[in-house]
């Protein structure tokens, strides 16, 4: 079936500091991605939507300036946290649009920032 | 995409079918309902979706009422590595597709 890998799995950073996540469709090609943030003990929330060669749409209160999405291919899109602080720490969690079941999810990155 | 309403959470005994509920009454024509789940500190895993008809597949059957204003997934032998969030999602697949909102799920857990 559709694999997504997502890397890092887990990042510590400083605060102040940028941080990249990459998203990679390993045995297909995705033109949409998406991006979630989860808190502990709550359900995803859904950041921006991913289009291979345009640029991203944010959902309603996420800062675009803050989280930059790149999907310069077919099989990779990637999150900056930019300018992270602590409450910027979070499960962040991508997936694609797939031919088959419809979405696969990456395992997730856990970030901390310090 | 229509909204959906599950209970907070479930518990199930080991070895026992697990039932979940999920409605769905605004659904649309042309939404079809998802099911994934979360184990803890994983992505969301697919489990099976449907329209109309009841489906079925390795790891589950879901079962949709004929006005498809609700539906229930079913794990028929659960076990102790079923424990997770479940997700019931109503979701519109045309050319345009929709994108996945999560909303807060059924916390199963199976105990021994």
């Known amino acids: 079936g559709a694999v997504v890998s997502q890397h890092p799995s887990r990042v510590i950073c400083k605060s102040g500091t940028s941080v990249k996540i990459e998203c990679r469709s390993l045995?297909?090609?995705?033109?949409?991605m998406f991006w979630y943030r989860q808190f502990p003990k709550q359900s995803l929330m859904l950041m921006a939507t991913?289009?291979?060669?345009?640029?991203?749409?944010?959902e309603q209160g996420v800062e675009k300036d803050k989280f930059l999405i790149n999907h310069a291919s077919l099989t990779l899109s990637t999150l900056t946290v930019t300018s992270a602080h602590p409450e910027d720490s979070s499960f962040y969690i991508c997936?694609?649009?797939?031919?088959?079941?419809?979405?696969?999810f990456g395992s997730g990155t856990r970030l901390t920032v310090v | 995409d229509a909204k959906t309403t599950q209970p907070p959470s479930m518990d199930c005994a080991e070895g026992r079918a697990a039932n979940l509920p999920c409605n769905h009454s605004?659904?649309?024509?042309?939404?079809?309902v998802y099911w994934y789940r979360q184990i803890h500190s994983q992505g969301p895993q697919y489990i099976i979706h449907?329209?109309?008809n009841n489906e079925t597949n390795e790891m589950a059957s879901l079962i949709i009422t004929e006005d498809r204003k609700s539906s229930t997934l079913i794990l028929p032998h659960a076990t102790l590595r079923d424990t997770a969030v479940y997700y019931c999602?109503?979701?519109?697949?045309?050319?345009?597709?929709?994108?996945?909102?999560f909303g807060a799920g059924t916390q199963v857990v199976v105990t021994p």
């Open positions: 997936s694609a649009r797939d031919l088959g079941y419809g979405y696969t």
């Open positions: 045995d297909f090609q995705a033109t949409t």
């Open positions: 991913s289009n291979e060669g345009s640029k991203a749409t944010y």
């Open positions: 605004t659904i649309s024509g042309n939404e079809y």
């Open positions: 449907g329209l109309k």
């Open positions: 999602i109503a979701l519109m697949t045309t050319d345009s597709w929709g994108k996945l909102q």
